[in-house]
């Protein structure tokens, strides 16, 4: 148990599918992280959520939707995406000033 | 333009000895650095961290050391463990440079430690 709870761990979609993937944290942190993990590359920062506000969007295609309705909870809403997004998605939070707890990640294919 | 780098995707060590992964930054407003550790099919999990104002942090077999003229970080595993086989992250932020405190990685290296 890590803390960050994120679901499902893993997705199989279509092109024209709509899903969304969900994260979850009771640590009483206050900013929220979604992050995209391809082969070979970094952990791109995708959305930065910071006391339930977005604070950063990194030109994130907008078939990727983020929502973050209160300090627990953050989304990733996914619609009519295409096979290079195939990758784990991860979620983190953090108390501004300290690191990052994450969580087991979303292994997403599309097919 | 890679802001951190770890320009050896993969190191092998035998068990016992010790294990030196490597990572350089090029921002200056960086001051606070972190080491994560990835299993598969898991989510990084925060290993160990160093604050701009000190050049040394030791954990247990853990430590970190930095370099700030150099800009680089190194890891050092002593002794090295089959368990400690992860990928490696470094990460870096500016924690004095606002409210956000978002965290920029490196590509990561697989440490293989060998029985």
């Known amino acids: 148990e890590t803390g960050v709870t994120q679901t499902p761990r893993h997705l199989v ?9 969900k994260c979850e944290q009771h640590l009483g942190h206050n900013a929220m992280y979604w992050y995209k993990q391809s082969a070979k590359k970094p ?6 959520y910071s006391l339930e506000e977005r604070v950063e969007n990194n030109s994130v295609p ?14 990733l809403h996914l619609h009519t995406l295409q096979p290079e997004d195939s990758a784990l998605y991860l979620c983190a939070s953090s108390r501004t000033g300290y690191g990052y707890t994450f969580g087991s990640g979303t292994r997403l294919t599309v097919v | 333009d890679q802001q951190v780098k770890q320009n050896s995707p993969s190191l092998s060590v035998q068990e016992g000895r010790i294990s030196i992964l490597n990572c350089d930054y090029t921002n200056s407003m960086f001051d606070y650095f972190l080491w994560y550790k990835k299993y598969p099919a ?18 247990g077999r853990f430590t970190v050391f930095l370099n700030k003229s150099a800009k680089h970080l190194s890891l050092h595993i002593v002794p090295s463990q089959p368990g400690d086989s ?30």
């Open chain 2, 42 to 59: 898991e989510g990084p999990t925060f290993l160990i961290s160093i604050s701009s104002i000190k050049d040394k942090n030791e954990d």
């Open chain 1, 13 to 21: 979609m279509g092109m024209t599918n709509k899903k969304s993937l």
């Open chain 2, 86 to 115: 992860a990928v490696y992250f470094c990460a870096a932020s500016g924690r004095s440079g606002g409210s956000n405190y978002k965290l920029t990685f490196g590509k990561g290296t697989l440490l293989t430690v060998n029985p």
């Open chain 1, 43 to 48: 952990l791109e920062l995708m959305f930065v």
């Open chain 1, 62 to 75: 907008s078939r990727f939707s983020p929502e973050c309705p209160n300090s627990s909870h953050l989304f």
